[in-house]
């Protein structure tokens, strides 16, 4: 049974950073793409970035230069690395396959105050 439990968010002022992660367990975590989505209030839910098995990684528009994905098979984990965050980056976020092929987890509130 796949599980993925994200951790990491919280509440943080404009322009600050947070480091999300997700640990990944029911999967062999090394031969699966990654993704990093969100969701806010009243919006549907959005990829933010993507990671392949080797490293090579994708971002949405609105986060390129200022979000960050990495992975490490060792750990089963992925992370997001953000900074520069503005009000509109305020959502739950969720990891999920490079499909968003799983379950989803219960996700991580950031909240970004301005």
């Known amino acids: 049974q796949v599980r993925l439990v994200e951790s990491g968010g919280g509440l943080v002022q404009a322009g600050g950073s947070l480091r999300l992660s997700c640990v990944a367990s029911?999967?062999?975590?090394?031969?699966?793409?990654m993704g990093w989505y969100r969701q806010a209030p009243g919006k549907q839910r959005e990829l933010v970035a993507r990671?392949?098995?080797?490293?090579?990684?994708e971002y949405a528009e609105f986060v390129k230069g200022r979000f960050t994905i990495s992975r490490d098979n060792a750990k089963n984990t992925v992370y997001l690395q953000m900074n520069g965050l503005k009000p509109e980056d305020t959502a739950v976020y969720y990891c999920?396959?490079?499909?968003?092929?799983?379950?989803w987890g219960q996700g991580t509130q950031v909240t970004v105050s301005s």
């Open positions: 999920n396959g490079w499909n968003s092929n799983y379950s």
């Open positions: 990671i392949t098995t080797r490293g090579s990684s």
């Open positions: 029911g999967i062999t975590f090394s031969i699966n793409g």
